[in-house]
C-alpha cells in the first residue's frame, strides 16, 4: 500500500496567532476528523510544541494531498512543507 507523509512546521508568527484565535484550532481539527472518518487520514501527530505535525495519507494521490493540505485553515501560517511518497512495507 503506498502512502504519503507529510511533514509540516509553522511559523513563529504562525503559531503566536493560531494560539490568540482560538477558532482556528477547532476549524482545523474539523479537517482533519473528515479525512480520518473518509479514510484518507491514516495517522496524524502534533509535536509537543504545537509547531510540527505529521500527517499519513493513504487512499490518494500527491496532487490531492496538496490540495488538501493546501486547504488548511493553518496553511496560511506553515513556514515549510515536505511530502515523501512511501511504499509500505509492513
Request: charged share 20%; no cysteine; net charge negative.
Amino acid at each position: 500500500m503506498n502512502s504519503i507523509l507529510v511533514l509540516i512546521s509553522l511559523s513563529d508568527s504562525g503559531i503566536n496567532t493560531i494560539r490568540s484565535t482560538p477558532e482556528l484550532p477547532k476549524q482545523e481539527m474539523e479537517f482533519v476528523q473528515r479525512w480520518k472518518a473518509a479514510n484518507l487520514l491514516e495517522s496524524f501527530f502534533i509535536s509537543v510544541s504545537k509547531k510540527e505535525a505529521v500527517l499519513i495519507f493513504q487512499n490518494t494521490d500527491e496532487a490531492q494531498t496538496k490540495a488538501m493540505i493546501e486547504s488548511l485553515p493553518y496553511f496560511p501560517y506553515m513556514e515549510s512543507i515536505q511530502y515523501h511518497l512511501l511504499d509500505k512495507q509492513f
